[in-house]
C-alpha cells in the first residue's frame, strides 16, 4: 500500500508527457516498485534534465519487458512534442507551385504576381491554352462510370483484376508467351511510385542491398529505394558535355556492376533527359544484363504518350521478355491517361512458372497489406474500361498521339527560335529528346537567372517540361533562355 501511494503521488509530480512511454535502456537503483511495474528517478547530467522510468523491471536475465521511460525538460517542461522537427527541404518539383518555395529563398510560381510567369517545372500535360487536359475518352469512360452507379467497396489487396489484366496486355502485349502462359505476377500500384517502394521493399527483404539507377533518373527514385532499405548506386547515363547518351560509358558500368544486381531502366522518354536509347543500343543492353545475371526493373511512366505510339514506346520492355529475362514492371497512367490524382499503377514480375509467380504475388502482397492495404478503384476502372473497349482504345490513342505531337511541335519551334536569334550554344538536343521533358543544359546559375529576371520556373538541373510550353510563350521562354545563357 504504502509503494502504492508513493508510486500515485511520484506520477502526479511528473507532467503529461513524462507519462508517456517510449523505449529506454535507462534504469537506476533507486526504484519505486508496485506489482510488476516501477517508476524509477534517473539523472541526465550532461542534459540536466530529469528522466523518469515507468515499466515492467528487468526479468533474471537482465532484459526487460516493455521498460519505458520519459525525459522532462525543467526549463521548457510544456514544450511540444513537434519543437525539436526541423523544416524539412521543400520538393524540388512539387515545391516550384507551393505558395512559398525555401531553395535559394527565391519566390516560388503561385507566390510570383508577374502576368506573364510561366511554369515549366511541374511534369502534367497542359494544352496549347495552358490549362489542364482531361482526355475525351477519359471523360466518356468516367460518365458511364457514373451512370453504372457502381458501389465504393474495397477492391482486393491486388487491385481489380481486370485493371491488372488490362495493364499487363497493355506493356507486354497481347501476344506475350509469359502473359499468356500466366507467369507474369501482377498488382494494382498507387501509380507508379507506390510500385517502386513496394518492388524496393520485397527487393530488401529477398537480399537484395543495392539498385543501380541511371545518372541523372527521376529526383525521387532516390529517396524511394533509400526508404525502402536499399543503397542507391549509379551508372553512367547521360554526358552533360555533349548533351547526348553516354552509351559506351552506359555499358562499361552495367559490366562491373556485381552480378545479380537489380538495374533500373526508364522504358521510354528518359526523365529527365529525354535521350532514350535506340533498339540496337537496347540490345545490347539486354545482352549485358544476361551476360551479369542482372535484374531488369522497367519504370514506364509514358507509355503511348513519349512517341504516341504505345506499341513503340513498350519496345524495350518486350524485347528484354523476349530475350528470356525475369524483369520487373512499374507502370504509370498518370501522363498517358492524364489520370494524375486518380494514382493509377501497376508492379509486375515474370517468373519461371505459374508456381513462382503465384508465390511472388504473395510477396507482393504481404507489403502491400501493411503499407495501404489496397488501391483506389475508381481511376482503375477507368483504364479498365478504355483498354478493355476496342473503340475506346483507339480513341485513347489518337488523343494521345494529339498530346505528342503538340510537345514535338514545341521542340520545333523552342529549337528554332533560339537558333534564329543567333545563340552560339547548339539546341539540337532539344528536338533529339523524347517525351515530356527536354534537358536543356543550362547550368543552376541560368535557371536561377531565368526565374529571377524573367519569371520562368523550371527544376534546377535545367529540366523543362515541354507540356507547359505553349504557341503563346515559346518565343518569350526562348528569348529568356537566350538571355541567361548568352548575357546578352
Same mark, same amino acid.
Given at each position: 500500500?504504502?509503494?502504492?501511494?508513493?508510486?500515485?503521488?511520484? =506520477?502526479?509530480?511528473?507532467?503529461?508527457?513524462?507519462?508517456?512511454? &517510449?523505449?529506454?535502456?535507462?534504469? &537506476? &537503483? #533507486?526504484?519505486?516498485? !508496485?506489482?510488476?511495474?516501477?517508476? +524509477?528517478?534517473?539523472?541526465?547530467?550532461?542534459?540536466?534534465?530529469? $528522466?523518469?522510468?515507468?515499466?515492467?523491471?528487468?526479468?533474471?536475465?537482465?532484459?526487460?519487458? %516493455?521498460?519505458?521511460?520519459?525525459?522532462?525538460?525543467?526549463?521548457?517542461?510544456?514544450?511540444?512534442?513537434?519543437?525539436?522537427?526541423?523544416?524539412?527541404?521543400?520538393?524540388?518539383? $512539387?515545391?516550384?507551385?507551393?505558395?512559398?518555395?525555401?531553395?535559394?529563398?527565391?519566390?516560388?510560381?503561385?507566390?510570383?504576381?508577374?502576368?506573364?510567369?510561366?511554369?515549366?517545372?511541374?511534369?502534367?500535360?497542359?494544352?496549347?491554352? @495552358?490549362?489542364?487536359?482531361?482526355?475525351?475518352?477519359?471523360?466518356?469512360?468516367?460518365?458511364?462510370?457514373?451512370?453504372?452507379?457502381?458501389?465504393?467497396?474495397?477492391? %482486393?489487396?491486388?487491385?481489380?483484376?481486370?485493371?491488372?489484366?488490362?495493364?499487363?496486355?497493355?506493356?507486354?502485349?497481347?501476344?506475350?508467351?509469359?502473359?499468356?502462359?500466366?507467369?507474369?505476377?501482377?498488382?494494382?500500384?498507387? &501509380?507508379?511510385? %507506390? @510500385?517502386?517502394?513496394?518492388?524496393?521493399?520485397?527487393?530488401?527483404?529477398?537480399? *537484395?542491398?543495392?539498385?543501380?539507377?541511371?545518372?541523372?533518373?527521376?529526383?525521387? *527514385? $532516390?529517396?524511394?529505394?533509400?526508404?525502402?532499405?536499399?543503397?542507391?548506386?549509379?551508372?553512367?547515363?547521360?554526358?552533360?558535355?555533349?548533351?547526348?547518351?553516354?552509351?559506351?560509358?552506359? !555499358?562499361?558500368?552495367?559490366?562491373?556492376?556485381?552480378? /545479380?544486381?537489380?538495374?533500373?531502366?526508364?522504358?521510354?522518354? *528518359?526523365?529527365?533527359?529525354?535521350?532514350?536509347?535506340?533498339?540496337?543500343?537496347?540490345?545490347?543492353?539486354?545482352?549485358?544484363?544476361?551476360?551479369?545475371?542482372?535484374?531488369?526493373?522497367?519504370?514506364?511512366?509514358?507509355?503511348?504518350?513519349?512517341?504516341?505510339?504505345?506499341?513503340?514506346?513498350?519496345?524495350?520492355?518486350?524485347?528484354?521478355?523476349?530475350?528470356? *529475362?525475369?524483369?520487373?514492371?512499374?507502370?504509370?497512367?498518370?501522363?498517358?491517361?492524364?489520370?494524375? /490524382?486518380?494514382?493509377?499503377?501497376?508492379?509486375?514480375?515474370?517468373?519461371?512458372?505459374?508456381?513462382?509467380?503465384?508465390?511472388?504475388?504473395?510477396?507482393?502482397?504481404?507489403?502491400?497489406?501493411?503499407?495501404? #492495404?489496397?488501391?483506389?478503384?475508381?481511376?482503375?476502372?477507368?483504364?479498365?474500361?478504355?483498354?478493355?473497349?476496342?473503340?475506346? +482504345?483507339?480513341?485513347?490513342?489518337?488523343?494521345?498521339? %494529339?498530346?505528342?505531337?503538340?510537345?514535338?511541335?514545341?521542340?520545333?519551334?523552342?529549337?528554332? +527560335?533560339?537558333?534564329?536569334?543567333? =545563340?552560339?550554344?547548339?539546341?539540337?538536343?532539344?528536338?533529339?529528346?523524347?517525351?515530356?521533358?527536354?534537358?536543356?543544359?543550362?547550368?543552376?546559375?541560368?535557371?536561377?537567372?531565368?526565374?529571377?529576371?524573367?519569371?520562368?520556373?523550371?527544376?534546377?538541373?535545367?529540366?523543362? =517540361?515541354?507540356?507547359?510550353?505553349? =504557341?503563346?510563350?515559346?518565343?518569350?521562354?526562348?528569348?529568356?533562355?537566350?538571355?541567361?545563357?548568352?548575357?546578352?
Amino acid at each position: 500500500m504504502i509503494l502504492r501511494q508513493a508510486a500515485q503521488a511520484l =506520477s502526479r509530480r511528473l507532467p503529461a508527457t513524462a507519462r508517456r512511454t &517510449s523505449p529506454s535502456l535507462l534504469l &537506476s &537503483s #533507486s526504484s519505486v516498485g !508496485i506489482d510488476n511495474f516501477v517508476l +524509477t528517478p534517473s539523472v541526465n547530467l550532461q542534459a540536466k534534465r530529469d $528522466i523518469w522510468v515507468w515499466g515492467s523491471p528487468p526479468s533474471s536475465s537482465g532484459n526487460r519487458r %516493455g521498460f519505458a521511460d520519459a525525459v522532462v525538460d525543467n526549463e521548457h517542461p510544456h514544450e511540444s512534442h513537434w519543437a525539436q522537427f526541423p523544416m524539412a527541404p521543400p520538393d524540388p518539383i $512539387i515545391g516550384l507551385t507551393e505558395v512559398r518555395d525555401y531553395v535559394l529563398d527565391i519566390k516560388a510560381y503561385l507566390n510570383d504576381d508577374f502576368p506573364d510567369k510561366v511554369n515549366v517545372g511541374v511534369g502534367a500535360y497542359r494544352c496549347d491554352q @495552358g490549362m489542364p487536359f482531361v482526355l475525351p475518352v477519359v471523360r466518356e469512360a468516367e460518365n458511364e462510370l457514373v451512370a453504372e452507379e457502381l458501389d465504393h467497396e474495397y477492391s %482486393g489487396i491486388a487491385g481489380c483484376p481486370n485493371f491488372v489484366d488490362a495493364a499487363l496486355k497493355f506493356a507486354y502485349g497481347e501476344d506475350c508467351v509469359p502473359l499468356n502462359e500466366n507467369r507474369v505476377a501482377g498488382v494494382q500500384t498507387l &501509380s507508379g511510385t %507506390g @510500385g517502386l517502394r513496394v518492388f524496393g521493399e520485397v527487393l530488401h527483404q529477398f537480399g *537484395h542491398k543495392h539498385i543501380y539507377v541511371p545518372g541523372p533518373t527521376w529526383g525521387n *527514385h $532516390i529517396p524511394i529505394f533509400t526508404n525502402a532499405g536499399l543503397e542507391v548506386r549509379k551508372y553512367r547515363y547521360y554526358d552533360n558535355a555533349t548533351c547526348n547518351l553516354d552509351f559506351s560509358g552506359l !555499358i562499361d558500368d552495367l559490366r562491373a556492376v556485381p552480378e /545479380g544486381s537489380c538495374v533500373l531502366l526508364h522504358a521510354c522518354a *528518359h526523365n529527365p533527359t529525354g535521350m532514350d536509347p535506340t533498339m540496337e543500343q537496347w540490345k545490347q543492353i539486354s545482352n549485358v544484363a544476361k551476360e551479369r545475371h542482372l535484374l531488369p526493373f522497367f519504370d514506364c511512366a509514358y507509355q503511348g504518350f513519349a512517341s504516341g505510339d504505345a506499341r513503340k514506346d513498350a519496345a524495350a520492355i518486350r524485347m528484354f521478355v523476349e530475350d528470356g *529475362h525475369n524483369i520487373a514492371l512499374v507502370q504509370s497512367f498518370s501522363k498517358n491517361f492524364g489520370l494524375y /490524382g486518380q494514382r493509377v499503377g501497376a508492379l509486375s514480375v515474370v517468373a519461371d512458372t505459374q508456381d513462382e509467380a503465384k508465390r511472388v504475388l504473395s510477396q507482393l502482397k504481404v507489403h502491400i497489406r501493411p503499407s495501404y #492495404s489496397n488501391p483506389p478503384r475508381h481511376g482503375a476502372r477507368i483504364v479498365s474500361k478504355i483498354l478493355s473497349n476496342e473503340k475506346k +482504345t483507339d480513341e485513347f490513342v489518337e488523343q494521345c498521339m %494529339g498530346m505528342a505531337k503538340r510537345i514535338n511541335s514545341m521542340r520545333i519551334k523552342l529549337r528554332n +527560335t533560339l537558333e534564329e536569334l543567333g =545563340s552560339s550554344r547548339s539546341w539540337e538536343h532539344i528536338t533529339k529528346q523524347i517525351g515530356m521533358f527536354a534537358y536543356s543544359g543550362m547550368s543552376k546559375d541560368e535557371v536561377v537567372a531565368l526565374r529571377e529576371k524573367h519569371h520562368i520556373y523550371c527544376t534546377l538541373d535545367g529540366r523543362i =517540361s515541354m507540356a507547359g510550353v505553349t =504557341s503563346k510563350n515559346v518565343e518569350y521562354i526562348a528569348r529568356a533562355i537566350y538571355d541567361v545563357t548568352e548575357g546578352k
